[in-house]
T-cell receptor, first 117, second 110 residues
Framework: NAGVTQTPKFRVLKTGQSMTLLCAQD?????MYWYRQDPGMGLRLIHY???????AKGEVPDGYNVSRLKKQNFLLGLESAAPSQTSVYFC????????????????FGPGTRLTVL | KNEVEQSPQNLTAQEGEFITINCSYS?????LHWLQQHPGGGIVSLFM???GKKKHGRLIATINIQEKHSSLHITASHPRDSAVYIC????????????FGQGTTLQVKP
């Protein structure tokens, strides 16, 4: 049981290049999230998914796209990387409770450190 | 003003000291989470609570819903407790999404 895994762990891009970050979870969680973490800013939600085939925008979605073709995978794409996207990216997943809108614990991946030159 | 505020931002303690980190929020919530992030490491959920108090080992989390305030206490602190502690809330009705505080960086010196 690996929990939440992220690929790659580190990446350096040049401005304008594209890349995809992969998140995988083996806990059969419905909900998955992509966050970015910047110094002094805390964690900010980029996009999230409440189930296979669904995605929604978070707080800072511009410049990113996502896909959830399979329940266990959540992909984050950067079509044309910019230096402002230099950050540490975390994926998380959770299994929501069925009533009251109470969110269950989120399980985080180890993070991907991305540098855009 | 941030919807989730933590204090202090930075905290240095001597080994063995009792530590308190505070979190205040301004929105209606269904749950509050405390997370831990070690330097260069991943993020681990410590507690999720919607009322009262929870305890796990030397860690205690409390929440006062009326005052919109939570505290994380560490008893008999140890250098391995050095980490960033993050408070986050699940906004009522916004299932799944968390609003995060900026984190409190704790250093425990031997």
């Amino acid at each position: 049981n690996a929990g939440v895994t992220q690929t790659p762990k580190f990446r350096v891009l040049k401005t304008g290049q594209s890349m995809t970050l992969l998140c995988a979870q083996d806990m059969n969680h419905e909900y998955m999230y992509w966050y970015r973490q910047d110094p002094g800013m805390g964690l900010r939600l980029i996009h999230y998914s409440v189930g296979e085939g669904t995605t929604a925008k978070g707080e800072v979605p511009d410049g990113y796209n996502v896909s959830r073709l399979k329940k266990q995978n959540f992909l984050l794409g950067l079509e044309s990387a910019a230096p402002s996207q230099t950050s540490v990216y975390f994926c998380a997943s959770s299994y929501p409770r069925t009533s009251g809108g109470i969110t269950d614990t989120q399980y985080f991946g180890p993070g991907t450190r991305l540098t855009v030159l | 003003k941030n919807e989730v505020e933590q204090s202090p931002q930075n905290l240095t303690a001597q080994e063995g000291e009792f530590i308190t980190i505070n979190c205040s929020y301004s929105v209606g919530i269904s749950a509050l989470h405390w997370l831990q992030q070690h330097p260069g490491g991943g993020i681990v959920s410590l507690f999720m609570l919607s009322s009262g108090k929870k305890k796990h080992g030397r860690l205690i989390a409390t929440i006062n819903i009326q005052e919109k305030h939570s505290s994380l206490h560490i008893t008999a602190s140890h250098p391995r407790d050095s980490a960033v502690y993050i408070c986050a809330v699940s906004r009522r009705g916004a299932t799944g999404k968390l609003i995060f505080g900026q984190g409190t960086t704790l250093q425990v010196k031997p």
